[in-house]
């Protein structure tokens, strides 16, 4: 077996990363994402594992990737661990002797469905949900789905084996795969069928790493549900063994106990912005509650009889509905945990009954337990004890999930899987097979490279099960003294008291994950959602720091709030990384991201966020128009910075379309101020305010009743957020917000006769986050607008409404460029993947961002306003602004990257001169002295970040003009650009300074140490 491998060589690292290029991270902080699964253990296990951090992580996009990576890692005896969803809790992507981890998820592709012979080849890091989607548009589904589907993968349920939804019918998961390629540790590519098949199911990434799986599927039909309730598990036992009986056709039973309903009434609401959401949630009865699910149209007629016989009562309608609704949220429940004990079993179903009096006799802990029934006559029972992991009773209440398996046992069950957690138990959960399994793994893996541990355990592990099996009555006497009472959380280092309840209830099951911009931009596991929430967890145990790098990686999240959409357990992220961002940025004086603060400096003198002049704002109305505008109306436009400055046609289209509709309106004029959002994304919670203020006072001056926007993250401050605030801060606000298509949509049989000019071309239309999930579900309104041109080939995105991906912006183009390029540039590439002509959006930072992101992708497709769209339709002459939008971006661009540490060094060392210049008169003679006094530079090193700090203040100033002159030189701006740069850089380089500077001095050190030796 190989020996653990904490860190490659420098050979090693120099060789994978010529190999997989950016695809490879050998980061320190980034591998330690890494290094666990979604269980959460407990401290006396952690510790007998030991330090888990990969070598390396290396992302598996390709089949000859894999074949690289194996042989890479065999001839140097690295140990490799496949890593899919992650979602499994038997310890089978932790690296417990370090090495590779393969990150298998980019492996996403279906290769290909044959609809006739219901088959389907696909790649095996594709995730259910995605594949199951995909499936239905050809009129297929799948034959059985876990209940992780919107995270794990097909590869991973066949390396952990398990059953799901469709076991009842079809079994357990492998039984609806026929064939898998597999690349073996030598990187020889050998393909499992039939009997051979059976040598992969559960091996947990033992064997290679599996690149194609075959699968059997069925015809897609709608299904129903029946939900029941039943007095006690033998009432639903009966009823079940009825069923079969009966032989009455379902594809899926599953249910949940008591305990489990109970806390399911009680999980916590779904919030945005502090309101409930799911208002309507039925309340299920505390019994053992289950669903059966059919295809719509077999006869199930025997099943009402089958449940009420056994004494079960079928229940309401919605009920049915909402379990199945939320039939992949199984552990919603999680938030009242924090933290769960599971253990998960297999029991036969006659016995099933007796396994559940017997837990309810002999755990004194409430057990919470959610059950699937299989078509081998046996129940996979996946209980979970709420507890606290950072509790030291989380070590002895552990002791009860091996009591479950015990129960389960004795009545002729086992555990569900082994791992290395119950790597002694393998035996019964491999059967005959194990033997095969192993010869088979001498035969291909004679160094042991393939996730080395994970079926055979580790010694001191395997000592403690064992014996805590043995002495089972002991353990659960104790176990069951271990039970705690709420667990209330209290602000704590850095992190608020609400932020780290949710950090602890995350169940890390990555639902959040592939869906987050952020992550998918960058593609590693610390800027997912999940990642986040784990690095708190890791914060607060004292594993990790919250430096500036982990601030921007709070302040990186574009607040698309798609993570809120797709979190099992409800929970409001994008709220908490909100949170977040006010208390780094103002409460710990933590840098924002640098060009915010120009553009807070910006907003404080001019009101707006480009640098540009306040009495120019309202330049862009038209004097018909302004002609016509009221000083009073009930409604009022509201343009926002970038359809003031930039994209001047979003406003103009807009004022001509209401106009044209007949309603009256009034405005800010030069007196509107940007709505304040980049402010509350930057942390600047501070200048937001001000904004927020001065805005409503001078909407009230007007008398409107109605703010009406185009822009959809105007829409969500004057819509959702400043009423929230105003709440808070007792200001009076009585203004409602609606978007021009909310408006226009009900005034379309005004508009529509006034249309004159035909767009014949292929439209697609972008769903902006602000207004559609993260702001009030906003989607047909727009689409009916837009619909009403004449001439129009309307084409839907493959993401649309609730499921629309991001474009991209604000955030990201701020913080990384690169980063908004790329997801800018897959957005349009589905744009491009339905022929469109032309991508439709109604957010101007959408449409910058999409056209910038065009141009640097060189992609031939246009992006305009859907109000620029109208408005020219009905006949007005808008001038496309894409030319001046490039324009636009280009200083921005220019700023942002002079603002990175390495660039402002080279902008210091050119003003090196200056800056020695503008130090005291002492300090001077004494860096002089660097130049004739041998090790004087050594001992400059570790003066300079105490130095620094402290000069700057001081010297910065005196530099200031020189640096003005340099920035000029290097970012060609426009002239109220430059005009205003005297004022607004200072004050940015205030707030900048004291944060930039530890990121700074390392670099510049040497070169001030260069510069005095050298002059
Ligand atoms: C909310 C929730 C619900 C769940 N419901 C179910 C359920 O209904 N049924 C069920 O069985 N389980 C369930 N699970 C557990 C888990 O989702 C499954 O075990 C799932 O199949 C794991 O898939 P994954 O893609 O996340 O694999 P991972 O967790 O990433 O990996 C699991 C194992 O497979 C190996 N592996 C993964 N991909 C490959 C590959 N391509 N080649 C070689 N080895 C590989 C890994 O090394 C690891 O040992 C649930 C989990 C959660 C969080
Ligand atoms: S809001 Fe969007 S970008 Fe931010 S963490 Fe959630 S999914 Fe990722
Ligand atoms: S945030 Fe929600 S979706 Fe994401 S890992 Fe945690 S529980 Fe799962």
Sequence with gaps: MTSRVAELSEAQKKEISELFGEYVNLDKRERHYYNHDMGALPSLVKKVIGNTNPAAVVKIRTEEDAVKLLKFANRHKIPVVPRAGASSGYGGVIPTKGGIVADVTPLNKIISVDPERQKAVVQSGIIWEKLERKLKEKGLSLQAIPSSAPSSTVGGWLSQSGAGYGSYEFGWGHESMEKARVVLPTGEIREFSGPELKKLIGTMGTIGIITEITLKVQKFEERKAVSASFPSASALKNAVEDIKRKNIPLWSISFLNPEWADMKNKAPRKLHYEEVVDKNRPMLPVSYVSTFMYPASRDVSGLKEAIEGAGGTILPEEIAKYETDE?????????????????????????????????????????????????DGYVVLLCFMRHSERSVLFNTAFALSLSILKIAEDNGGRAYASGIFFASKRKSVFGERLAEIEALRK???????????????????????????????????????????????????????????????????????????????????????????????????????????????????????????????????????????????????????????????????????????????????????????????????????????????????????????????????????????????????????????????????????????????????????YPQWAKKLGIEY?????????????????????????????????????????????????????????????????????????????????????????????????ALDVKADIVAALCPCCVFQFRVAAKENNLDIEVQDLGA??????????????????????????????????????????????????????????????????????????????????????????????????????????????????????????????NMLPELIPLLTPRMIEYIKTH
């Design 443 to 721: 035969e291909i893996d004679p160094n042991g490279i393939m996730n080395p541990e994970t079926l055979e355990g580790r010694g001191l592990l395997n000592t403690a099960v064992s014996m805590g099996s043995t002495f089972e009555p002991f353990g659960r006497i104790i176990g069951n003294m271990s039970g705690i009472g709420k667990v209330s959380f209290k602000d704590e280092k850095e992190i608020p008291a609400e932020v780290a309840e949710l950090a602890y209830s995350c169940s890390q099951c990555g639902y959040c994950v592939s869906e987050c911009d952020q992550y998918y931009g960058r593609g590693w596991e610390s800027q997912s959602p999940r990642g986040k929430w784990f690095f708190i967890k890791e914060y607060l145990a004292g594993r990790e720091k919250l430096d500036q790098r982990q601030t921007n990686t709070f302040l990186g999240c574009t607040t698309c709030q798609m993570c809120d959409s797709r979190c099992e357990l409800d929970m409001p992220i994008e709220d908490a990384w909100m949170t977040m961002r006010k208390k780094l940025v103002i409460e710990e004086k933590k840098m924002t991201f640098p060009p915010f603060e120009i553009m807070a400096a910006s907003l404080l003198k001019e009101r707006n966020i480009w640098a540009n002049y306040r009495k120019d704002r309202d330049k862009w109305i038209p004097d018909d128009i302004r002609a016509k505008m009221k000083d009073k109306a009930d409604y009022a436009y509201f343009a926002g910075c970038t359809a003031s400055f930039v994209e001047k046609d979003v406003a103009v289209g807009a004022v001509r379309m209401l106009d044209d509709a007949g309603v009256e309106f009034t405005g800010l004029f030069d007196k509107e101020s940007c709505c304040g959002i980049p402010m509350l994304v930057a942390g600047r919670w501070d200048v937001f305010e001000k904004t927020m203020r001065m805005n409503i006072a001078n909407m009230k001056k007007k008398g409107v009743k109605t703010v009406i926007t185009s822009c959809p993250a105007c829409w969500l401050m004057w819509h959702t957020v």
């Design 327 to 375: 039939w992949f949220k199984s552990m919603k429940v999680k938030r009242l945990g924090p933290s769960f004990i599971p253990a998960e079993v297999l029991v036969p179903l006659e016995k099933m009954d007796k396994a559940f009096e017997e837990m309810g006799k002999k755990i004194k802990l409430p057990v919470l337990t959610e059950g699937m029934v299989i078509n």
């Design 869 to 994: 769209l109208v408005a020219r339709s009905l006949g007005y002459n808008l001038p496309d602004s894409t030319a001046y939008t490039l324009e636009s971006w280009a200083p921005f661009e220019k700023m942002i990257a002079l603002m990175q540490p390495e660039n402002m060094t080279e902008l210091m060392v050119e003003l090196m001169p200056q800056m020695m210049a503008a130090m005291p008169a002492p300090l001077q003679a004494m860096m002089k002295m660097v130049k004739y006094v041998p090790g004087m530079d050594a001992l400059m090193k570790p003066m300079m970040p105490i130095m620094m700090p402290k000069l700057m203040p001081s010297v910065m100033p005196k530099v200031m003009p020189d640096m003005l002159k340099a920035v000029e030189r290097k970012v060609p701006m426009p002239d109220y650009m430059r005009e205003q740069l005297p004022e607004l850089m200072p004050k940015a380089m205030d707030n900048l300074m004291p």
């Design 734 to 830: 009585g203004l409602e917000a609606k978007h021009y298509s909310e408006v226009l949509a009900e005034r379309l049989d005004v508009l529509k006769p006034k249309f004159k000019q035909p767009l014949d071309k292929v439209v697609t239309w972008h769903d902006s986050c602000h207004i559609g999930r993260a702001g009030g579900n906003v989607y047909e309104p727009p689409r009916e607008l837009l619909k009403a041109i004449p001439g129009i080939k309307f084409k839907e995105l493959e993401y649309n409404r609730e499921r629309a991906h991001c474009c991209g912006s604000v955030v990201s183009l701020i913080a990384e460029p690169p980063v908004a390029y790329k997801l800018g540039n897959m957005r349009l590439q589905e």
